[in-house]
């Protein structure tokens, strides 16, 4: 599974990559013969012991509306399908989105850090992707009390199902959940969630990992990234034990820009 945010060659943040990479990225995966799936298609063919040995699931963050149409067509042409987690509260007020960490984007390039509205989502629902839920206002869910904890994630997919008809993953803002977070989603009718970390050992439906790929992710890195070998090294015990310290050494601690 692999998390993006914003492409957009001209925007130069660290939430974007450009066209160009992002493109060199998904044809590597087609030249290797994977099978793009939704987050949710993925989840059920795995359920069911049937999911393909190479499969990719492209995933989307926050929901940019120009990086998102630009992505659609990129897309198209590999013929893989994405699954993008939009924050509903600017999905319904259009505004520019804003939350700890994004907000010098929020206001240096406003235009950028606009969201899909609903009747673009519709369209790419119906163009074979899957929206899901990236909470009410994006907050880090493991500092939330129970009551405040429910009512994004409740919420957040009510409007969803409200306005297009199916809502079941979730992907929690700064790719952050413990425990209590995961149970919550499951218990606000998600079929899966996912998270993003360094670590994959944690890798159970309501916390499903991804790989992060950023403007950086060239050369070296990029095959690193998206090898398979890499991703069995993420699942060890050691890769658990070492994440603190190289979040730490990535100064990313509670509020990354994820
Ligand atoms: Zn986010």
Redesign the pocket.
Request: glycine share 0%; charged share 15%.
């Given at each position: 599974m692999l998390c993006y945010?914003a492409v957009d060659s001209a925007w130069h943040s660290n939430l974007s990559i450009s066209e160009e990479l992002f493109v060199s990225h998904m044809a590597a995966l087609e030249k290797r013969g994977y099978v793009g799936l939704t987050f949710v298609e993925a989840e059920r063919l795995r359920v069911a012991g049937s999911l393909p040995e190479r499969s990719v699931v492209v995933t989307f963050?926050?929901g940019y509306a120009t990086s998102i149409m630009r992505c659609r067509s990129l897309l198209d042409e590999v013929g893989f399908p994405a699954t993008v987690?939009v924050?509903t509260s600017f999905v319904e007020s259009g505004e520019p989105m804003c939350?700890p960490g994004v907000e010098k984007w929020t206001e240096r390039t406003p235009l950028e850090m606009k969201p899909l509205d609903w009747p673009a989502l519709l369209g790419l629902i119906e163009g074979g992707w899957e929206v899901g839920s990236?909470t009410v206002s994006?907050p880090l869910l493991t500092e939330l009390d129970d009551e405040s904890l429910d009512e994004q994630l409740v919420t957040s997919r009510r409007r969803i199902v409200e306005e297009l008809g199916a809502c079941e993953t979730i992907?929690y803002?700064?790719g952050v959940a413990d425990e209590r977070v995961a149970i919550a989603a499951a218990r606000a009718g998600y079929v899966a969630g996912c998270t993003l970390k360094p670590a994959h050992r944690v890798d159970e439906p309501h916390r499903r990992p991804r790989v992060g790929l950023f403007s950086h992710d060239r050369g070296f890195r990029q095959w690193a990234k998206l090898s398979p070998a890499v991703g069995r090294v993420r699942r060890t015990r050691l890769a658990e034990t070492l994440e603190p310290f190289y979040v730490r050494r990535r100064k990313a601690p509670a509020t990354p820009?994820?």
């Open positions: 945010h963050d926050d987690f924050v939350w990236h994006h992907a803002p700064y820009t994820a």
